[in-house]
């Protein structure tokens, strides 16, 4: 069993990037990831959309005025 996924962003500061994160207990990625904006209201993060066939997950960068983890999926 694989530990890490790869996930690809879409929007945002970091649209286009590809990175590799541990795998939560169910095998896939957590969900949201969390985006720094100095204190700035609403919160931004990257949400998980859907997975490719290859495996990687693609998450979408979205805007929340608050932030929870959502359960792994």
């Not at 959309?49 to 608050?66: A, E, F, M």
């Amino acid at each position: 069993m694989d530990l890490h996924t790869r996930i690809e962003l879409f929007g945002g500061p970091e649209d286009g990037r590809e990175i590799t994160l541990p795998a939560g207990a169910a095998g896939g990625p957590l969900s949201p990831l969390p985006v720094p904006r100095d204190g700035e209201e609403p919160m931004a993060a990257y949400v998980k959309d859907h997975q490719r066939p290859h495996g990687v997950w693609i998450y979408k960068y979205t805007l929340t005025p608050s932030m929870q983890q959502s359960p792994v999926q």
